[in-house]
C-alpha cells in the first residue's frame, strides 16, 4: 500500500521570506501523481500544484514550485515571497495512474501546518 | 459553476440518529469521493464512484452507505451514528484519472 509522509507537523516563516515543507511517500509503482493540496481555516481544500511522476521537470505555479526527486521518493514543495494569505495546513498526496478504476484515489499525509508571521 | 456543493455546512447528531449528506457537482466528473477528515490528519477515503450506478469502499466504509443514481449526486448516508463518526467530511469529483476538486465540506458532531 501506498503511504504519505510529511515530518513537520508545524512551519513558520516571515513574510516575504521562502519556506519548504517536506513529503516522503513510499509506492512500488513507477508512474503516478504527486498533488499539494491547501487547506485555509474556512476548510476548502485547493489544489496548490501537482507533478506527474513520468516528467522530470519539476513543475511550477506562480510562487510555488517543488523538487521532486523519484529516487528518493521526495516531494517538497518550496512557497517563495511568502504572503499573509499562504497561512493554511498543506497536504501532500498521492495517485496512482494505472488502468484500474480504483487507481485514481488519493493517499493523504497528515499536513504540515503553515504559519506566516508578518 | 458551482463545482462541488454540500449540504448541509454543520450538524449535531445524537447517538443512534441518521442522516444523509448531500454532494452536488455541476462539472460532469465521472468519479466522485467521500473523504472524513478526523482532527489534526489526512483525509481518509470512505467510498468512490467511478459513474452512476457504481460505487466502491475505500479505507474507513464501515458505518456508511452510498448511492449513485445520477452523474451530478453522490450522497453519503450515516446509519446509527457514533461519536466515532464525528469528523469533517469533503466530497470530492474528478474527471476520469484526474485532479480531484474539492467541496466545502460538513462538519459533524455526534453527541
Known amino acids: 500500500a501506498q503511504t504519505v509522509t510529511q515530518s513537520q507537523p508545524e512551519m513558520s516563516v516571515q513574510e516575504a521570506e521562502t519556506v519548504t515543507l517536506s513529503c516522503t511517500y513510499d509506492?512500488?509503482?513507477?508512474?503516478?501523481?504527486l498533488f499539494w493540496y491547501k487547506q485555509p481555516p474556512s476548510r476548502q481544500m485547493i489544489l496548490v500544484i501537482r507533478?506527474?511522476?513520468?516528467?522530470?521537470q519539476n513543475a511550477t505555479e506562480n510562487r510555488f514550485s517543488v523538487n521532486f526527486q523519484k529516487a528518493a521518493k521526495s516531494f517538497s514543495l518550496k512557497i517563495s515571497d511568502s504572503q499573509l494569505g499562504d497561512a493554511a495546513m498543506y497536504f501532500c498526496?498521492?495517485?496512482?495512474?494505472?488502468?484500474?478504476?480504483?487507481?485514481?484515489?488519493?493517499?493523504f499525509g497528515e499536513g504540515t501546518q503553515l504559519t506566516v508571521n508578518p | 459553476n458551482a463545482g462541488v456543493t454540500q449540504t448541509p455546512k454543520f450538524r449535531i447528531l445524537k447517538i443512534g440518529q441518521s442522516m444523509t449528506l448531500q454532494c452536488t457537482q455541476d462539472?460532469?466528473?465521472?468519479?466522485m469521493y467521500w473523504y472524513r477528515q478526523d482532527p489534526g490528519m489526512g483525509l481518509k477515503l470512505i467510498y468512490y464512484?467511478?459513474?452512476?450506478?457504481?460505487?466502491d469502499k475505500g479505507e474507513v466504509p464501515n458505518g456508511y452507505n452510498v448511492s449513485r443514481s445520477t452523474t451530478e449526486d453522490f450522497p453519503l448516508r450515516l446509519e446509527l451514528a457514533a461519536p466515532s463518526q464525528t469528523s469533517v467530511y469533503f466530497c470530492?469529483?474528478?474527471?476520469?484519472?484526474?485532479?480531484?476538486?474539492f467541496g466545502p465540506g460538513t462538519r459533524l458532531t455526534v453527541l
Open positions: 470530492a469529483s474528478s474527471p476520469i484519472l484526474d485532479t480531484q476538486y
Open positions: 509506492t512500488s509503482e513507477s508512474d503516478y501523481y
Open positions: 507533478q506527474e511522476a513520468y516528467k522530470q
Open positions: 498526496a498521492y495517485r496512482r495512474v494505472n488502468g484500474e478504476t480504483s487507481g485514481s484515489r488519493l493517499t
Open positions: 462539472m460532469n466528473h465521472n468519479y
Open positions: 464512484s467511478v459513474g452512476a450506478g457504481i460505487t
